[in-house]
Structure formats: C-alpha cells, structure tokens
C-alpha cells in the first residue's frame, strides 16, 4: 500500500533488516522542510509553528543507518536549475534485483525554490511499477500533496492531502484509496499544537471504511525539544512510540527508540549513533536493538570526485544471519 500505510502513526520499522521487502523509494517519506521547520527560530516572543505530524521523531530515525545489502550506484544528474534526473541499479541475492529512474520537477514560484522543493516527482522501476508525487504550496500557509502508485499494471495507492500552518499549529487532511464502487475510503487527521517554546501536543485519527469493515484508531502525542535534545511519544490503542533524540556535540548524535504494537504483541528498543570525520569526509551510523541486531554503515566522500561510497554491514545473532551491502552514490 505504500504511502497509505504510511500515514498510519502505528508503531513498527518499516524494512527492518533482514527484511525482504525491497527499500522505499527515496521520495516516500515527506521532504525534510515539508515537515519540520526550524524550532527555535523565533525571537519575537510568539509560539513557534510545530511542523508536521510526520517528522515528530524524524530526528531520532535520521540517526540510524538505512538498511544496505547487495551491490548498488546511483547516479545523480542535474539537467537544469527545475529538473533532474537519478538511476539506480541494485543487485541483490536476498530480494529482487531492480532499476529505477526517477525524476523531479522543481517548483518555479520565489518561495518554493528557496526551499529547494520538489513540485513533481516521477518514478518507475524495472518491473513497471510507477510512483507520481506533486507536492504544491498552493499559499504560503497551504500545501497539498498528491500520490498515485502501481504495482505492474494495478493501481494500489492514490492518496490527497492538504496541511494548513498557522502561526503555532499545523493541521492535515488526507483521504487515501477513495473507491466509490467498492464503497471504501482511508481518512486520516492530524493536528499539532504549539503549547510552549518547546512543547508540542496532537493527535492523529485515522477511519477505514470498507463493506465488511468500519474502524478508527486514535493516537496522542507530544514532542519535549530543547536545543540539543528531543523527546517524542506517540500512544494509542494500536500500540506505543517513544523516541529520545540528544546531540553531544557537533560530531556525535544519539538516539534511542521504543516501540510496542498491540496487533503483532510484540516490543522493540533500538539505540543508534552518528559519528561525523569532517576532516576524513566520513559519516558513519552505528545501531543495535533488542532482536540482537547490530548494523553500521559507513558513507566517505570521494573528494575531489562528485561521489560517496556507502558501506554497511547487519548482522543478526539470534537468526545468525548476515547482510553486507556496497554502493556508490555520483553527482
């Protein structure tokens, strides 16, 4: 279902390592100035705006490594200042081996292109599956997002969502895989509100009506930030995710996440680093949880050359298994 189930704040990684699910595409999750504007930005003694429900523990989940396994490159390529263009080429023995070409379009309006944000995003892999995004800002305080993707030749997800920022709130509407014939329909609600220069409280309310089915599920949250930490939970009847987010220094970053899920019965506590060389062009993300998995990867800039090698490993003790990963990233 693809961006349908990911509007559901439900807890749960999403491609865990050793998941055989192929990686999301890299425009699956909002752009980073979409959701979360700069806390801390305002002097003028008033709320600041809370961002988007979306990016509430995005600075925790930055902190842990992607999963990498196979052989990968991507190469980048900027055609003009509105459009470019990347392939991508994965070789795997653990999931199906594919090419992806992706495109963007770039919005043409002052405020956009100061942001750098896409106005249309095109993708399709070799299998024919086709992901399309259009993210607008209609206003300065509306933006709207559009989604539609197929898997070969079946359409399973087509989603609309409009966000409105006011001064110290933000709120969001989404209505996903609407089927008049079928008489089923995905709404999902979200609403943040700055209570303080650092406390921010909502909620998230998702309805599913189909013909054998009618449910929602509520979910409460708040987000504690200071300068150079954040503490996020999110709780409701499909389970529980906290999220603590600390930044030692300018090198050293540091998460821990809690996750429980009612539906699968199941827990998990993550804790992930980032270690940044700048002297050494280096990056290098560390984790390990609870289901005795430890995994790092390791990014090196290639100066003078436009391009990064990613290295990572995971190893799982308790399945006994391993995923050693190699990739290159150009332009």
Request: net charge neutral; with cysteine.
């Amino acid at each position: 279902m693809g961006s349908v189930l990911a509007l559901s704040s439900g807890p749960g990684h999403q491609n865990w390592p050793f998941s055989t699910d192929r990686p999301p595409s890299r425009w699956d999750a909002h752009p980073a100035h979409w959701d979360s504007p700069p806390r801390w930005e305002r002097r003028d003694g008033r709320l600041p705006n809370p961002g988007s429900f979306h990016s509430l523990h995005r600075s925790c989940k930055d902190v842990f490594p992607q999963q990498i396994e196979g052989v990968k490159m991507i190469l980048n390529k900027t055609l003009s200042s509105f459009f470019k263009i990347s392939h991508a080429l994965h070789l795997s023995a653990v999931s199906p081996s594919y090419y992806r070409f992706h495109v963007e379009h770039l919005q043409s309006d002052d405020y956009s292109k100061d942001k750098d944000a896409p106005a249309l995003i095109g993708e399709m892999d070799s299998s024919g599956s086709l992901n399309a995004h259009a993210l607008l800002h209609l206003t300065e305080r509306v933006r709207a997002r559009t989604v539609f993707q197929t898997q070969q030749s079946q359409f399973v997800t087509w989603q609309f969502e409009t966000e409105y920022r006011g001064n110290d709130f933000t709120a969001a509407v989404t209505v996903a895989n609407p089927d008049v014939l079928r008489e089923s329909v995905i709404l999902v609600a979200h609403f943040l509100q700055s209570v303080s220069s650092g406390l921010v409280l909502g909620g998230e309310l998702v309805y599913h009506r189909g013909r054998a089915e009618e449910g929602g599920i509520l979910t409460l949250a708040g987000q504690y930030s200071r300068p150079n930490w954040v503490a996020t939970l999110n709780a409701g009847k499909g389970g529980a995710h906290a999220s603590y987010y600390h930044r030692a220094n300018k090198q050293i970053q540091v998460g821990v996440e809690f996750e429980a899920s009612t539906r699968t019965q199941e827990t998990t506590t993550s804790f992930g680093y980032q270690m940044e060389l700048p002297e050494a062009n280096m990056v290098f993300r560390g984790m390990i949880n609870s289901r005795c998995i430890i995994g790092g990867v390791l990014e090196k800039r290639l100066t003078p050359l436009p391009a990064t090698l990613i290295m990572g490993a995971f190893v799982n003790h308790r399945g006994d298994k391993l995923q050693v990963g190699l990739g290159i990233n150009v332009g």
